[in-house]
């Protein structure tokens, strides 16, 4: 039960970035790679900031401002020097590899015995619920913070941005200054990940990012299914399918480990799942198209 | 109420595929008029239009509108004075937004958005008053996403978002041009009731040289990037359908 409670949590923590590649893929309509970059981002700062003995919110604020400012580079390079998005991603990525590097200094600092998020409430006895009540509420929290901005004026222009940008132009909108504050907010979600998950494991690495936008792009996809079989339009509840969708990722990986299968081909499984997800209404189109 | 004067494009200069849009252009619109622009395909009435818009800057000469200078303002910067309906009636609405949240974008065209939730039920009221106008029973369909609306019925909410905030002047780009003969005359005419209600300065590109006669009380023919007609509304209204026909022949 541990097992499955554990990865209840890690998908709380990974809900964040998820969250974040909902707003770059689904608002805004840009592939945003800077995802594995910002994430381990997230992740160092934080590591570096609690071994230096920092308080653990302003640790984590500034983990977050980090990510927005890697998704301000890549919008920068994508809205000012119209570079193709997908390009600018990877390169911010690429280049956050040896930022993060140079943050660390080594390539795995170890967070045990130090103070933080799950360590901190204690209303339980089993360390596992706490950690669970936590990650709860600060991903509450932010789901409901994102609700509130996308229903506000502000967040009909964003989500008018990334739907119809000639229509956004003519009532008022600049569209780069949009595309710059939408990447920064994914990238400061992603960030928080990084640094939740980096606390929840109690270690930051430098390649635990890699691979890790498939994770939130699953996630995205999976709340996509959700939605259209729901029947969803409400933007608020999207964003607690993409957190439903978080904890159906981690589950399907779960159960997959505990079915025995080698940890190494763990990445393998991932992006076989994910192409299960894309490819299986496409699937049922042609067997349906077969039996006419 | 617009203003341009010398005002000359050239698209790819120096190139091979060089183009003179605009050929040295001047003119001066006044508040309430009903402008009519008519030309061939490529004699530059789109690059005029969207010199006016703001989505392109003039190689040479200068813009003024509302005797302000706006010759490199951005276009969604001269949304304070402009609404506009495009040639595609799906440019001008966002598909996957409610109709009301299209219109809570349309309301605040000349402001900013703020982080503050401004659809209530007075602007639900609002919104649904506007569009009854229509008589297309789209008032009780607020919640349904953009999407799924016909181009005819998007392009009529395109124009009647145009005054859910202060609007000087009304860009119409050849708005019926994708639309079968019933939506384009309802169009038309709401176009018409608005330009007069709301006492619009208003610009209308076509290609239908019927529209071209029975509306407006100004009328402009451009030909290879230069203003060849221009007539007053005792003139235009003077003018036979045939004469136009005989323009481009």
Redo the contacts between chains.
Sequence with gaps: MDFYLSALVLSLCLGAMSMGVFISMRIFNIPDITTDGSYTLGAAVTALLLVNHWPLFPAMFISMLAGATAGICTAYIHTKLKIDALLAGILVMTGLYSINLMIMGRSNIPLVNLSTLFTYIHFFNNSTYNALFTGTLIIGFFVLLLWFILLTDFGIAMRATGNSSSMTRSLGINNNRMKIIGLAMANALTALSGSLVAQYQSFTDINMGIGIVIVGLGSVLIADALRIWLNIVAIGWQIVLVIAGSFIFQMVLAVTLSLGVDPNILKLVTALFVLLIVALPRVKNVLIHQNE | MIQLEQVTKVFNPGRVNEVMALNNVSLNIQQGEFVIIIGANGSGKTTLFNTI?G?VIPTKGKVWIAGEEVTTL????R??W???V?QNP?????????IL??F???A????S???????NTAFKRRVQNTIARLGMGLENKL?Q?MGTLSGGQRQALTLLMSIMDTTTVLLLDEPTAALDPKSADIILKVAQSLIEEYQLTAIFITHNLKDAQQYGNRLLQIHEGKLVRDLNATEKHNLLLQNMYEWFG
């Design positions: 818009a989505a951005p276009d969604y910067k949304s304070k402009i609404a506009r495009f799906f440019d001008g609405t966002a598909p996957d937004l409610t949240d299209n809570r974008l349309a605040l065209r000349t402001q958005k703020p982080l503050k939730i401004g659809i919640n996403p």
